[in-house]
């Protein structure tokens, strides 16, 4: 199994509701991520866990809550979010935890903020 | 610190080749290329690791000089399912962790 599962695909949420964004891969992988993409953007990092602790944080602000509750999953926990934040957020796992391992990326979460 | 790429869109005719570059102001410690089509996640090419490495897949190469901190996708044969988005992504060193920062990416199309 070398897929990366999000759920749900696709997400329209209220400036006031908190949603949460989900991430599943049994590959064994021990780095996991979460990038946003916005249109004709490149990825861009948001959170790296490795070990299911948080390693990097790119200065995200609070709104977006990362979470790793094992090492198989990655959750993404949105709460009073703005019309901007509306992305395609995904996440991605790695084998290795310095770099220099391949990347695989889910589909993504395509979110709308209204 | 994010990796500058040429050029920012090509067009070739099936059967063309193309290069795409990857250049960076910081050292390297590896160079990942992926390409991503509309609506999809981004697809994993190949890593580069060592100075001068080069890799190949199929007709999908590329290189890493590691010296001028560069890298260059060599796409021989275009085929159509060839067109997409190619970035390159950069780690600047292990001890940073995974942080693979990507260009902005090149859009490429290929037509009959």
């Known amino acids: 199994d070398t897929e990366v599962t999000q759920t749900p695909k696709h997400l329209v949420m209220g400036m006031t509701n908190k949603k949460s964004l989900k991430c599943e891969q049994h590959?064994?992988?021990?780095?996991m991520y979460w990038y946003k993409q916005k249109a004709k953007k490149p990825p861009e990092l948001m959170f790296v866990?490795?070990?299911?602790?948080?390693?990097i944080n790119e200065s995200v602000p609070s709104r977006f809550s990362p979470e790793c509750p094992n090492s198989s999953l990655l959750n993404l926990h949105l709460h009073a979010l703005q019309p901007e934040d509306s992305a395609l957020y995904l996440c991605?796992?790695?084998?290795?935890?310095?770099?220099?391992?391949?990347?695989?990326f889910g589909q993504g979460t395509r979110l709308t903020v209204v | 610190q994010q990796p500058v790429q040429s050029p920012q869109a090509v067009i070739l005719r099936e059967g063309e080749d193309a290069v795409i570059n990857c250049s960076s102001s910081k050292a390297l410690y590896s160079v990942h290329w992926y390409r991503q089509k509309h609506g999809e996640a981004p697809v994993f090419l190949m890593i580069?690791?060592?100075?001068?490495e080069q890799k190949g897949h199929d007709k999908i190469s590329a290189s890493f000089n590691e010296k001028k901190q560069q890298s260059s996708l060599y796409l021989t044969a275009s085929q159509l399912s060839y067109s997409g988005t190619y970035f390159c992504g950069t780690e600047i060193r292990p001890e940073y962790g995974n942080k693979l920062v990507f260009g902005a990416g090149t859009i490429l199309r290929v037509k009959s």
């Open positions: 580069l690791l060592k100075g001068g």
């Open positions: 991605a796992s790695s084998q290795g935890l310095t770099g220099g391992t391949e990347a695989f």
């Open positions: 866990y490795s070990y299911e602790k948080l390693s």
């Open positions: 590959m064994g992988h021990r780095a």
